[in-house]
């Protein structure tokens, strides 16, 4: 086995096959929208190419407002703040740290509820159980960026008064009979970091529903101000500069390209994967634009005749740095794992999910030739 350091260094120096790779816009446009910035010298705090960005985002996304993040943990932090949210969040270990972290910094107890197989997300049969005079709101996670089950999810927070706050950092472009999913709930994240399909280097967005919340949102990213000498709420500083968000937009323009190219990606992986005994992976959900952000494919030892970790470990001697995400579960670090809820038991999918998954290399920039060298290695037997 390799040691993690190692394999950063190697991916680091771009050898190997990686899980992904950001997509970068074209160096010349940027360098004119540099010069442009340093001519203006206004470089942050609400600058021009950041309302720009705003506004091309929401429509881009096909959603009403949209409040840009330095980063995707936090707009889940100040959704919670926004909405007033104290006590019980039910939510869901399988995913990355950030969302139950968000819920630990507003003082918050995470309680974690099962998922089920087909998305990933949590699973709207089990949330009920969970729910107690403390719960005051709902976070569900579009794994992947699979959408979970929001008519659902939708119906059990009516009928409880809850909260329903999406992270859909891995949903951007991701649509239902041609709506956004980020419209579902009351507010719903993106991230924008580099490994994500759309990237502002780091970033974010709070999807909101109206004006007068997107109001509320950014005064909260800005230190709660509401003019020069008012603060209306203890808020944070999440302000986007105009670098990112003049590298934003030219990213935005090719994200459509690089989500078509992340597509044959995907169908090669499942015309090739089909086969091989023991290997699980996504077909597209009918109605779904999906944005192909990540590849999982599940390990079921017994079938394949290896563990997950023995094909993991095979691929990054072949030089293809898959990532195991998302194991291992949030349930299971030291933070979380005396929560009564945090009991394995109580997340069995989860638990078998995290121990099987391997996300392929899934990126714009992956050749025919390494899709098939990944294809070959697992399917090598
Ligand atoms: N909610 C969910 C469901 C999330 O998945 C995330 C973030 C968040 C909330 C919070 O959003 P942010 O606050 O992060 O915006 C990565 C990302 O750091 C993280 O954003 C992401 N989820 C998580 C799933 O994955 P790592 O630790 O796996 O990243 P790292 O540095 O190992 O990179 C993975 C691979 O990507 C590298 O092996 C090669 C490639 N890479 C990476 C970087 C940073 C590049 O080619 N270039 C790069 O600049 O966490």
Same mark, same amino acid.
């Given at each position: 086995?390799?040691?993690?350091?190692?394999?950063? %260094?190697?991916?680091?120096?771009?050898?190997?096959?990686?899980?992904?790779? /950001?997509?970068?816009?074209?160096?010349? @446009?940027?360098?004119?929208?540099?010069?442009?910035?340093?001519?203006?010298?206004?470089?942050?705090?609400?600058?021009?190419?950041?309302?720009?960005?705003?506004?091309?985002?929401?429509?881009?996304?096909?959603v /009403?407002?949209?409040?840009?993040f330095?980063?995707?943990?936090?707009?889940?932090?100040?959704?919670l703040? +926004?909405?007033?949210?104290?006590?019980?969040?039910i939510?869901?270990?399988?995913?990355?740290?950030?969302?139950?972290?968000?819920?630990?910094?507003?003082g918050? %107890?995470?309680?974690?509820?099962?998922?089920?197989e087909?998305?990933?997300g949590?699973?709207?049969?089990?949330?009920? &159980?969970?729910?107690?005079p403390?719960?005051?709101?709902?976070?569900?996670?579009?794994?992947?960026?699979?959408?979970?089950?929001?008519?659902?999810?939708?119906?059990?927070a009516?009928?409880?008064?809850?909260?329903?706050?999406?992270?859909a950092?891995?949903?951007?472009?991701?649509?239902?009979?041609?709506?956004?999913?980020?419209? +579902?709930?009351?507010?719903?994240?993106?991230?924008?970091?580099a490994?994500?399909?759309?990237?502002?280097?780091?970033?974010?967005?709070?999807?909101?529903?109206?004006?007068?919340?997107?109001?509320?949102?950014?005064?909260?990213?800005?230190?709660?101000?509401?003019?020069?000498?008012?603060?209306?709420?203890?808020?944070?500083?999440?302000?986007?500069?105009?670098?990112?968000?003049?590298?934003?937009?030219l990213?935005?323009?090719?994200?459509?390209?690089?989500? &078509?190219?992340?597509?044959?990606?995907?169908?090669?992986?499942?015309?090739?994967?089909?086969?091989?005994?023991?290997i699980?992976?996504?077909?597209?959900? /009918?109605?779904?634009?999906?944005?192909?952000?990540?590849?999982?494919?599940?390990?079921?030892?017994k079938?394949?005749?290896m563990?997950?970790?023995?094909?993991?470990?095979?691929?990054?001697?072949?030089?293809?740095y898959?990532?195991r995400?998302?194991?291992?579960?949030?349930?299971?670090?030291?933070?979380?794992?005396?929560?009564?809820?945090a009991?394995?038991?109580?997340?069995?999918?989860?638990?078998?999910?995290?121990? @099987?998954?391997?996300c392929?290399?899934?990126?714009?920039e992956?050749?025919?030739?390494?899709?098939?060298?990944?294809?070959?290695?697992?399917?090598?037997?």
């Amino acid at each position: 086995m390799k040691k993690n350091s190692e394999i950063q %260094q190697k991916t680091m120096r771009n050898e190997g096959i990686k899980v992904t790779s /950001p997509l970068l816009p074209d160096l010349n @446009e940027f360098t004119e929208l540099l010069k442009d910035i340093w001519n203006r010298k206004w470089i942050t705090n609400n600058g021009q190419y950041h309302q720009q960005l705003e506004q091309a985002l929401a429509e881009y996304l096909k959603v /009403p407002f949209v409040s840009l993040f330095t980063n995707g943990t936090l707009p889940l932090l100040t959704a919670l703040q +926004a909405l007033n949210i104290t006590g019980e969040i039910i939510t869901t270990p399988y995913s990355f740290v950030a969302t139950t972290h968000s819920i630990w910094w507003n003082g918050c %107890q995470p309680v974690f509820v099962d998922v089920e197989e087909e998305t990933c997300g949590i699973d709207p049969d089990k949330i009920e &159980a969970a729910i107690t005079p403390r719960t005051t709101a709902i976070m569900p996670v579009h794994c992947y960026g699979h959408p979970v089950k929001m008519n659902r999810i939708q119906e059990i927070a009516d009928r409880h008064g809850l909260k329903v706050i999406y992270d859909a950092a891995h949903a951007f472009g991701v649509e239902i009979d041609g709506e956004s999913v980020l419209n +579902a709930g009351n507010m719903s994240t993106l991230s924008f970091h580099a490994t994500k399909v759309y990237n502002t280097l780091e970033g974010g967005a709070l999807i909101v529903h109206d004006a007068e919340t997107k109001r509320q949102i950014d005064y909260l990213k800005n230190f709660g101000f509401a003019g020069e000498t008012e603060v209306v709420a203890p808020g944070i500083n999440s302000k986007v500069d105009e670098v990112r968000a003049a590298y934003g937009l030219l990213n935005l323009k090719q994200v459509n390209t690089a989500i &078509a190219r992340r597509k044959k990606v995907a169908e090669r992986y499942r015309e090739a994967l089909r086969e091989v005994p023991g290997i699980r992976f996504f077909d597209d959900m /009918p109605n779904v634009r999906h944005n192909y952000s990540y590849f999982p494919i599940f390990v079921d030892a017994k079938k394949y005749g290896m563990t997950r970790d023995q094909l993991y470990f095979r691929m990054q001697e072949s030089g293809i740095y898959g990532r195991r995400y998302f194991y291992p579960l949030i349930s299971t670090f030291s933070p979380y794992r005396n929560l009564k809820s945090a009991n394995p038991q109580n997340l069995q999918v989860a638990t078998r999910l995290a121990d @099987e998954v391997i996300c392929l290399p899934m990126h714009h920039e992956l050749s025919d030739s390494d899709v098939l060298k990944v294809i070959e290695v697992i399917s090598e037997m």
